[in-house]
T-cell receptor, first 115, second 113 residues
Framework: GNSVTQMEGPVTLSEEAFLTINCTYT??????LFWYVQYPGEGLQLLLK?????DKGSNKGFEATYRKETTSFHLEKGSVQVSDSAVYFC??????????????FGKGTKLTVNP | NAGVTQTPKFQVLKTGQSMTLQCAQD?????MSWYRQDPGMGLRLIHY???????DQGEVPNGYNVSRSTTEDFPLRLLSAAPSQTSVYFC????????????FGNGTRLTVT
């Protein structure tokens, strides 16, 4: 079946440090891949996405590249800020044969950035 | 733009009580879904709908009912609340199927005592 595995947190960094959150997936076919972010007390928001192999999604200084050969979609940011403190979810999405969407989430990685 | 609106934000129920969590979206999205979020478990799909009049079960449907009489609304009903249903519930919607991201509401925090 389809699954997403994220590195376990929590992750604690100092401001301006480099961030990597690993994400690997198992899926049949050609899923789309997403990173969502959840700030305290809020719902999830789309951070970035990639819909095919070798695509790079980017937003707010975050980047992730869809690597089919390693089935990975690692999230990176060169210099984190305190405002990046949140929970990050990797997810894959694909159509089923019946035409409905199937979205599978990782368990989330909590990031805390200290000043 | 309101997006996805969930009500209430907080709710406390006693075991055995019933209630409905409301979800409405104003983006004319076909696809709507309900998730529950529990510590260490990520998000788990409860029920989803691909259009008005069409619903289907997700990963953890037991104890929950849904209906989709209009494109805009997708209420989630707890028939007889149990402590195991204490969780944060999120409603989400999306437009095109397959490759479009979800838009989430801000959640309903439910406690069952």
């Amino acid at each position: 079946g389809n699954s997403v595995t994220q590195m376990e947190g929590p992750v604690t960094l100092s401001e301006e440090a480099f961030l990597t959150i690993n994400c690997t997936y198992t899926a049949t076919g050609y899923p789309s891949l997403f990173w969502y972010v959840q700030y305290p007390g809020e719902g999830l928001q789309l951070l970035l996405k990639a819909t095919k192999a070798d695509d790079k999604g980017s937003n707010k200084g975050f980047e992730a590249t869809y690597r089919k050969e390693t089935t990975s979609f690692h999230l990176e940011k060169g210099s984190v800020q305190v405002s990046d403190s949140a929970v990050y979810f990797c997810a894959l999405q694909r159509l089923t044969q019946g035409g409905s969407e199937k979205l599978v989430f990782g368990k989330g990685t909590k990031l805390t950035v200290n000043p | 733009n309101a997006g996805v609106t969930q009500t209430p934000k907080f709710q406390v129920l006693k075991t055995g009580q019933s209630m409905t969590l409301q979800c409405a979206q104003d983006m004319n999205h076909e696809y709507m879904s309900w998730y529950r979020q529990d510590p260490g478990m990520g998000l788990r799909l409860i029920h989803y709908s691909v259009g008005a009049g069409i619903t289907d079960q997700g990963e953890v449907p037991n104890g929950y009912n849904v209906s989709r009489s209009t494109t805009e609304d997708f209420p989630l009903r707890l028939l007889s609340a149990a402590p195991s249903q204490t969780s944060v519930y999120f409603c989400a919607s999306s437009g095109d199927r397959g490759h479009s991201p979800l838009h989430f509401g801000n959640g309903t925090r439910l406690t069952v005592t």
